[in-house]
């Protein structure tokens, strides 16, 4: 999940007017990621959009509406406290169902107890549970993908707080399903085929997943936050979303050594079903019924028209040559998002099969994985801070140094030998997590605030449908190169990241031509 699964202030999404206006807005600052959302009661929107630099007017706030952020970090915890387990137990029922191995020798697989037989198995038995987590990912990416089309505009015409409930729910009912499946598994002594733990993706998608929960809560936060202010809430929300990864992964390792996998699902789902029920009774609609009412009447409501729609948005020509700049950026964030899913769906068995890590092992690796960009995320607000105070570029300083960040800790990742290098890549990519919310806020400041939903729909889509790409060419190195260099898919990670490297720096020789028009963008 990744993180996902932005956008922000008064984002009703209206029908565009004919012609080519460019209606720019670029309040200052704002920022999202994997998780990017949070606060209070909608400012009411004029008829007009804003202009770089201008603020809108807030109303009284509800505490309520901070409950956002908690409610994303349960569920990024319930995420992150089964996903290493679900991997693990793909493998392990590939190895008794899928390929008839007996109970006994299977469960050795990824433990400490592992001889030179339960390793060349899993050298078998991998690219099957790679075809299996695939599949898995394609029916998650697919359906959200057509569904995050409309998400946009469905936050607007519906509300905010639907589509984030709908989210949850497929979360929810996609660990109650794989808690069944693995409770059936160890009953049979696992003679339960994995494939059966697609099925559990498909309520999840049904409801649209990561994409829908993203564009809502982006909704969401765009309705009640305005200003420079906007920025340092979106760190603060990817710091929160890090700590759910955190606090899921430090568990996740104690809590299945000492139980079972059924019982790492049940504590995922109840999990969300709580966060569900406590967000359906406190968690405020954002979103004014008049402002819904009149979204309403303006929008045609077919599809055709709602893609016709989106796609005018998101291609017509702006002032300042404002749609070269906004769809690089929307090219980085693709990229970032690209090399995430596809390094996930192979990381894990890279780590089992080069240094022989356990469930255990490895679960504590991604705690301080997720802690030290965490940290470094929360003193990324008085970073931007500090760079505001000396530099009009400090959003994309930010970014180019996240990128490098990323790539630096790729090669380490391909090139490690012992596995204390590994947690080496850890300090190299100290600032990864900075990227998506400073490019985003890039985004944000460059559009008016009735076109941002309908570009981070889009760019919820694209991510959506990345690890169809991603995961089948990822999986391919891997499974290509398992016998020779496992680690070889980090160089094409880090390659990737160099891309993404000189689109920021032309970002950049873009802006300094219109240095006046654009500090309030970048800085």
């Given at each position: 999940m990744n993180e996902e699964p932005h956008a922000h202030e008064n984002l009703v999404a209206k029908a565009q007017k004919s012609g080519d206006e460019d209606l720019e807005a670029g309040s200052t600052s704002s920022e999202e990621s994997l998780g990017e959302r949070l606060k209070s009661v909608v400012p009411v929107i004029s008829g007009t959009t804003e202009l770089p630099g201008d603020n809108t007017a807030s109303g009284p706030q509800s505490l309520c509406i901070y409950l956002l952020e908690p409610f994303i970090l349960v569920l990024l915890f319930a995420y992150n406290f089964s996903s290493t387990v679900l991997k693990n137990e793909v493998i392990y029922q590939s190895c008794t169902a899928g390929f008839g191995y007996p109970d006994s020798v299977c469960q050795l697989l990824g433990t400490k107890n592992a001889t030179n037989e339960t390793k060349r198995i899993e050298e078998l038995v991998q690219p099957y549970a790679a075809q299996v987590t695939l599949a898995m990912r394609i029916v998650e990416c697919f359906i959200p993908a057509f569904c995050g089309l409309f998400a946009g505009s469905w936050a607007d015409r519906y509300g905010r707080k639907p589509l984030l409930m709908g989210s949850f729910l497929g979360y929810g009912l996609q660990y109650l399903i794989s808690a069944v499946i693995s409770y059936c598994a160890i009953q049979t002594h696992g003679l339960v085929s994995p494939w059966w733990y697609v099925l559990s993706i498909v309520p999840l998608s049904?409801?649209?997943?990561?994409?829908?929960?993203?564009?809502?809560?982006?909704?969401?936060?765009?309705?009640?936050?305005?200003?420079?202010?906007?920025?340092?809430r979106l760190i603060a929300y990817e710091l929160a979303i890090y700590v759910g990864l955190l606090l899921g992964s430090f568990g996740s390792g104690y809590a299945y050594e000492d139980t079972d996998s059924y019982i790492v699902f049940s504590i995922s789902a109840v999990s969300i079903f709580a966060a569900l029920f406590l967000m359906t009774v406190l968690l405020p609609e954002s979103l004014p019924m008049r402002n819904r009412v009149q979204s309403t009447s303006s929008i045609d409501t077919s599809v055709f028209s709602l893609l016709k729609n989106l796609w005018r948005?998101?291609?017509?020509?702006?002032?300042?040559?404002?749609?070269?700049?906004?769809?690089?950026?929307?090219?980085?964030?693709?990229?970032?998002?690209?090399?995430a899913d596809g390094s996930n769906s192979v990381f894990y068995k890279f780590m089992r099969i080069k240094f022989h890590w356990t469930v255990k092992q490895f679960t504590e690796y991604e705690t301080v994985s997720i802690l030290v960009p965490a940290v470094a995320g929360s003193g990324g607000v008085l970073f931007l801070w500090s760079l505001r105070m000396c530099t009009k570029s400090a959003v994309l300083w930010l970014a180019l140094v996240s990128l490098l960040s990323h790539c630096y800790s790729s090669l380490m990742k391909a090139f490690a030998l012992v596995s204390w290098q590994i947690y080496v890549a850890i300090g190299l990519g100290v600032f990864k997590s900075l990227v998506n919310p400073m490019c985003r806020t890039m985004i944000t400041n460059l559009l008016p605030a009735d076109e941002r939903g309908k570009i981070f729909a889009l760019l919820g889509v694209l991510q959506a449908l990345s690890p169809l790409i991603s995961s089948t060419l990822y999986v391919a190195i891997y499974t290509r190169t398992l016998d020779s260099d496992p680690g070889i898919f980090n160089v094409f990670s880090a390659f990737l990241h160099g891309i993404a490297i000189i689109l920021v720096g032309i970002v950049w020789l873009r802006k300094s031509r219109n240095q006046v028009y654009y500090e309030p963008v970048f800085k």
């Open positions: 049904c409801l649209g997943s990561s994409v829908t929960y993203s564009v809502a809560a982006v909704c969401f936060i765009s309705d009640v936050s305005e200003g420079r202010v906007r920025s340092y948005t998101c291609t017509k020509p702006r002032e300042h040559k404002n749609r070269f700049i906004l769809l690089t950026i929307m090219v980085v964030l693709l990229l970032t998002a690209f090399v």
